[in-house]
């Protein structure tokens, strides 16, 4: 080496020269090493074989996996499915019932035959009682809202007969505290 470069690289002359002397030394015992590990390849081969390990096999490529559990996934639901659905048949009940046959009605005498109500059983009818409801206007309320909340569906005829139970003109002039008459009429529900 230059003694300007070893100014620069601040080693000294007696550590270049034991760099020197290991370079020297590593390829004088290089080839010693080699044939030392070759010696023991030998040893361990020799050694496995004795054991009577077999080389590993090559592993399978990831797309031989996925098509097999693929594969296995698409059987087993198709069992499960038949499974589930013979138990539906099992557990169902068959309808056997026979079906009365129809008597036909003869049509020869021209005249109609008029059936009389059951006189027997005395029902109670009770007449229905149409009430109002009242709803105080709340903030944020509109009509369409309150038809939703009374009515369960938006229907332009409902509200319009709550405009004309409480006398509007205008739907959208709501306002709050304001009290509403909520028709109930079996003819609006």
Same mark, same amino acid.
């Given at each position: 080496?230059?003694?300007?470069?070893?100014?620069?690289?601040? /080693?000294?002359?007696?550590?270049?020269?034991?760099? &020197? !002397?290991? *370079?020297?030394?590593?390829? &004088?015992?290089?080839?010693?090493?080699?044939?030392?590990?070759?010696?023991?390849?030998?040893?361990?081969?020799?050694?496995?074989?004795?054991?009577?390990?077999?080389?590993?096999?090559?592993?399978?490529? #990831?797309?031989?996996? +996925?098509?097999? @559990?693929?594969?296995?996934?698409?059987? /087993?639901?198709?069992?499960?499915?038949?499974?589930?659905?013979?138990?539906? *048949?099992?557990?169902?009940?068959?309808?056997?019932? $026979?079906?009365?046959?129809?008597?036909?009605?003869?049509? @020869?005498?021209?005249? +109609?035959? +008029?059936? #009389?109500?059951?006189?027997?059983?005395?029902?109670? $009818?009770?007449?229905?009682?149409?009430?109002?409801?009242?709803?105080?206007?709340?903030?944020?309320?509109?009509?369409?809202?309150?038809?939703?909340?009374?009515?369960?569906?938006?229907?332009?005829?409902? $509200?319009?007969?709550?405009?004309? !139970?409480?006398?509007?003109?205008?739907? *959208?002039?709501?306002? /709050? @505290?304001?009290?509403?008459?909520?028709?109930?009429?079996? @003819?609006?529900?």
């Amino acid at each position: 080496m230059k003694s300007t470069t070893l100014r620069r690289s601040n /080693i000294t002359r007696e550590k270049v020269a034991m760099m &020197e !002397a290991l *370079n020297r030394y590593n390829r &004088e015992h290089q080839d010693e090493d080699f044939y030392r590990k070759q010696s023991k390849t030998r040893e361990l081969d020799a050694l496995w074989q004795s054991f009577g390990v077999r080389p590993q096999r090559k592993e399978k490529a #990831p797309q031989v996996y +996925f098509v097999t @559990g693929l594969v296995v996934g698409v059987i /087993i639901t198709l069992i499960i499915t038949t499974f589930v659905s013979l138990l539906i *048949n099992v557990s169902t009940p068959k309808d056997d019932s $026979v079906v009365a046959p129809v008597k036909k009605v003869s049509t @020869g005498t021209g005249k +109609f035959r +008029f059936i #009389p109500a059951d006189t027997s059983v005395d029902k109670k $009818v009770t007449p229905v009682v149409v009430t109002n409801e009242e709803y105080v206007v709340k903030e944020g309320d509109t009509l369409e809202s309150i038809v939703i909340r009374f009515y369960g569906s938006f229907d332009m005829d409902k $509200v319009s007969a709550i405009q004309d !139970a409480n006398k509007m003109a205008n739907p *959208n002039a709501l306002s /709050i @505290g304001q009290k509403l008459i909520i028709p109930m009429n079996k @003819g609006i529900n």
